[in-house]
């Protein structure tokens, strides 16, 4: 009969854990249904106040427009694409320049010229 009393035991005490967090659970769980009810009803019922009525401008249309300054940093965008432009087209002819001079080179070299 000893061998009984302890899978006995731990079914009580299993039993009795499940039991107070299933109640837990479901007290808070009524309690958050019915404050989230009162919150809603609240919502739904009050006067609007004054200042929710004032909605602010879009932000578009708040952004000061400022022609010299565009001006001034498109033509800084053009010119720093050029440069860039130059640079690629420069690294491309420096490079066929120094094939040309290898190949000369080679060529001196090996007496074929």
């Known amino acids: ?7 006995v035991s731990g079914a009580l005490v299993a039993g009795g854990i499940y039991y107070g967090f299933s109640n837990l659970i479901q007290a808070r769980t009524k309690q958050l249904s ?4 009162i919150q809603s ?3 739904l019922h009050s006067p609007t106040p004054a200042w929710i009525s004032t909605y602010p ?3 578009a249309s708040r952004i000061e ?14 010119q720093l694409e050029k440069t860039f ?10 490079s066929n320049a120094a094939g040309e001079l290898s190949r000369w080179a080679g060529r001196k070299l090996t007496g074929k010229d």
């Open 34 to 37: 019915t404050d989230l009810h």
């Open 41 to 43: 009803t609240l919502l």
């Open 57 to 59: 401008s879009p932000a």
């Open 1 to 7: 009969m000893s061998f009984l009393l302890g899978p």
């Open 65 to 78: 427009q400022r022609p010299f300054l565009s001006q001034l940093q498109a033509s800084w965008n053009e």
């Open 85 to 94: 432009v130059w640079a690629g087209q420069a690294d491309k002819h420096v």
